[in-house]
């Protein structure tokens, strides 16, 4: 069945570096993929999608590009802030039958220091 | 718009109690969806709902039940409470479940079951 993998976390950053957080997947067909953030106390919001190979993503300073060769949809940041501090999913969503049910990574947890 | 509203924010159950938790989306979304997210293993799927009046299972089903009356309501129920079943609960709604659509999330219901 249709997996995703994040890198194991947390992750603690200074403020102005730079942030990767690798993502892969499996899956069969053409999935959508996404990053969700969930800050302190809140529910999931979308970050940023691609939903075709080649596609790259990007919102409020994140990146992530749709590698099918290499099954990876790994997030980036130039220079993250303390306001960035918050956990992120990578998750895959599949169409069809699934009706766009999402397969969630477990969540890297992101803390920027000031 | 109030978008994705869950209540309640919080409960405490005894086990072999049981409890209904309540979802509203405002968005006149076709398909809804009930996630469990317990730490370190993301959020994992109880039951979708396609349309108004479908019901299907998810990845993990057992000790849950789902209605879907109304299009705008989904609900979840607990018959009789496990511990094995506290955990944080989010509802989300998308447009019509394909797979490039964005979820909507709610606030999420905290469970603690005694």
């Known amino acids: 069945g249709d997996s995703v993998t994040q890198m194991e976390g947390p992750v603690t950053l200074s403020e102005e570096a730079f942030l990767t957080i690798n993502c892969t997947y499996t899956?069969?067909?053409?999935?959508?993929l996404f990053w969700y953030v969930q800050y302190p106390g809140e529910g999931l919001q979308l970050l940023l999608k691609?939903?075709?190979?080649?596609d790259k993503g990007s919102n409020k300073g994140f990146e992530a590009t749709y590698r099918k060769e290499t099954t990876s949809f790994h997030l980036e940041k130039g220079s993250v802030q303390v306001s960035d501090s918050a956990v992120y999913f990578c998750a895959l969503g599949a169409g069809g039958t699934s009706y766009g049910k999402l397969t969630f990574g477990q969540g890297t947890i992101l803390t920027v220091h000031p | 718009n109030a978008g994705v509203t869950q209540t309640p924010k919080f409960q405490v159950l005894k086990t072999g109690q049981s409890m209904t938790l309540q979802c509203a989306q405002d968005?006149?979304?076709?398909?809804m969806y009930w996630y469990r997210q317990d730490p370190g293993m993301g959020l994992r799927l109880i039951y979708y709902s396609a349309s108004e009046g479908t019901t299907d299972k998810g990845e993990v089903p057992d000790g849950y039940n789902v209605s879907r009356l109304k299009k705008q309501n989904f609900l979840l129920g607990l018959e009789s409470a496990a511990p094995s079943q506290t955990s944080v609960y989010f509802c989300?709604?998308?447009?019509?479940?394909?797979?490039?659509?964005?979820?909507?999330f709610g606030p999420g219901t905290r469970l603690t079951v005694l």
């Open positions: 691609a939903t075709k190979a080649d």
């Open positions: 968005m006149n979304h076709n398909s």
């Open positions: 989300a709604s998308s447009y019509q479940g394909a797979r490039t659509d964005t979820q909507y």
């Open positions: 899956a069969t067909g053409y999935p959508s």
